[in-house]
């Protein structure tokens, strides 16, 4: 069944056609230029942004991939969670477009999205596995119990890993969205330069805590401009780096031992981190665990994931109708 797939969660608008696990046609426009300029996503802008974008590259997707709306089964969205504004304007289109193509509607958890894009990079994966979910807003522990149950084994207890990399990223005065700068600038510092801290939270081993790190990192960096004194960014990027990507291993590695996965994953903007697929591909190879995470263009916002996940809710009969409402936030495990 060939599924068209929309995704508008955030700063980046998104549509694809998929069949399955393959990809037909995966389209991306990203807003990150504009919202860049004010250091941050600006809600406003990313819902005009998306209205403006959604129309033309659905006509693309459909191009690229050679077909017309008789070829499809199904028109999938995110529904949540995600920028209210943002989602709504994708989720109108998918209904708008189910009304006058008499197509089903599938909607689609953004996490659940992101933990799909695995399977488009490895299609022997299947569930059960684990699988860390680091994004911008979010940082799970899950575990993939089917292609439509999930069980939330750890989660952070205040900010997401990307919200980490993204504000330390601010603070050394490097552009947005601040992880992808950072991780580049890590490449070239030393890890052990800056002894930072490895928030635990108590009597909750497999959940995190970042707050803790990003303020002591903020005030590193503004004690140094208060004394006019220079820091070395490429070392304290890379001891952020470490220091994160240390907390996100260890946990993920304590909980498939804890819960006997033999398959571990990565999922979200932030599997994109260099040092983050490095060490958890070495921490799985010495536990004996097989490793997976998406190619890096499919750790991002797209379309494709959401079609993938939409193909296995489809297929265990979890449709949606004109009554859709897109949510702010909802659980991965809600649906
Ligand atoms: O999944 P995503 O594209 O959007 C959300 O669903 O939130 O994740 C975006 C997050 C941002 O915080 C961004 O800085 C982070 O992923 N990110 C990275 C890297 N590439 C993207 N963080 C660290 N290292 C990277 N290479
Ligand atoms: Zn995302």
């Given at each position: 069944m ?5 995704e508008?969660?955030c700063?980046e608008?998104?549509?694809a056609?998929?069949?399955g696990?393959?990809?037909?046609s ?11 300029l ?7 802008i990313?819902?005009?942004?998306h209205?403006e974008?959604?129309?033309?590259l659905?006509?693309?997707a459909l191009?690229?991939?050679?077909c017309g709306y008789?070829?499809?089964g199904a ?6 969670p995600?920028?209210?504004g943002?989602l709504l304007?994708?989720?109108n289109f998918?209904k708008g477009?189910?009304l ?10 953004h ?18 596995f ?15 119990d ?5 069980r939330?084994?750890g989660a952070?207890r ?10 330390t ?10 992880g992808?700068?950072l991780?580049?600038?890590a490449e070239?510092g ?5 002894a ?7 009597g909750?081993?497999?959940d ?13 960096i503004h004690?140094?401009e208060?004394?006019?004194e220079a820091y070395?960014?490429p ?7 470490r ?15 804890q ?9 979200g903007?932030?599997?994109a ?10 921490a799985c ?17 797209n379309?494709a994931?959401v079609g993938v996940q939409?193909?296995?809710?489809a ?9 859709l409402?897109?949510?702010?936030t909802?659980s991965?495990?809600e649906?």
């Open positions: 060939r599924i068209l797939s929309i508008s969660s700063d608008t998104a549509v056609i998929t069949e696990r393959r990809v037909l995966s389209v991306v426009a990203s807003q990150i230029e504009e919202h860049a004010y250091g941050g996503v600006v809600p406003e990313a819902s005009r942004r209205a974008a959604i129309a033309g659905t006509a693309r191009a690229e991939a050679g008789a070829d499809l028109v999938a969205v995110t529904a949540w995600g920028l209210i943002a304007v994708g989720v998918a477009l189910s006058a193509t008499g197509l089903p509607l599938v909607a689609v958890h996490l659940r999205g992101h933990v799909a894009a695995n399977y488009i990079t490895h299609p022997a994966l299947e569930p059960p684990l699988c860390l979910v680091v994004s911008g807003g979010h940082t799970h522990l899950v575990g993939v089917s292609y439509t149950d999930y939330i084994l952070t205040d900010d997401a890993a990307g919200e980490c990399f993204d504000k990223a601010r603070a050394m005065g490097l552009p947005y969205p601040g992808v700068h991780d580049a600038a070239e030393n890890p052990a330069a800056y930072l801290p490895r928030p635990q939270v108590e909750r081993p497999l995190f805590s970042f707050s803790g790190l990003k303020t002591y990192v903020v005030n590193v004690r140094c208060q004394k006019g070395s960014l070392d304290l990027a890379a001891s952020v780096r220091s994160i990507c240390d907390l996100l291993t260890e946990k993920t590695m304590a909980a498939a031992a819960y006997g996965f033999s398959r571990v994953a990565l999922a903007g932030v599997s981190n260099r040092l983050l697929r490095r060490q958890m591909e070495q190879r010495a536990a004996n665990l097989a490793f997976f995470a998406p190619d890096p263009p499919l750790c991002g916002d379309a994931m939409a193909y296995y809710e297929a265990a009969g979890h449709f949606a109708d004109q009554t409402n897109a949510a702010a909802r991965i495990v649906g």
